[in-house]
């Protein structure tokens, strides 16, 4: 059994993969948009849930190409459990080499997040606020079908992930928001 790392000890290791400010950022959104999923689907486990998301593309900025294939080896090497290497990779099944696929309720939870919080991100962005704390779910549907805005951000991946969750898209879309707003109101 390997270990499970702190959040300070998951961030430092993120540190040490990743320079890009934009994943560094991107990890710690997706770790605290889990977290809020967590405190209501597994309350006993937010802390792991928050690591898992601020993990989720360890390799992307060193090894885009190997996409979570990377990660697994990167864990291994630094002592980690098995099951963060699943819970972290799993989010790129289908879309990269690997071959976990999102089973517990934490992955599928990440797979359908991830693409998601790029969207969100970049409408805030847009806001003259820009701020999610004035952001309405109206707004984020509309900005969900223009294919064109945020066009990296894979929409069929967000809505096989709440197919997967066995919620809708828009249910899946306004606990995201709510998510993320809730992550403002946290740092100020």
Request: glycine residues 6%.
């Amino acid at each position: 059994m390997g270990k499970i790392p702190s959040y300070e000890e998951a961030k430092l290791l993120l540190e040490k993969y990743t320079e890009d400010e934009f994943l560094l950022e991107h990890g710690q959104v997706v770790g605290e948009v889990m977290a809020y999923f967590a405190k209501s689907r597994d309350p006993e486990h937010v802390e792991f849930w928050r690591v898992v998301g601020l993990l989720h593309d360890l390799d992307f900025d060193k090894y885009p190409e190997e996409h979570c294939v990377k990660t697994e080896e990167i864990m291994r090497q630094e002592g980690l459990d098995e099951s963060i290497i699943h819970a972290t990779t799993s989010h790129g099944y289908g879309l990269t080499g690997t071959k976990n696929q999102p089973e517990k309720e934490m992955e599928k939870v990440l797979f359908a997040v991830d693409e998601l919080t790029g969207i969100i991100g970049a409408a805030r962005l847009m806001r003259p606020s820009k701020s999610y704390l004035d952001m309405e779910l109206k707004s984020v549907k509309k900005k969900f079908k223009d294919k064109k805005f945020a066009a990296g951000c894979d929409r069929e991946v967000i809505k096989k992930g709440a197919e997967n969750l066995g919620i809708s898209l828009e249910d899946l879309l306004l606990e995201t928001l709510e998510a993320m707003k809730a992550m403002e109101k946290a740092a100020q």
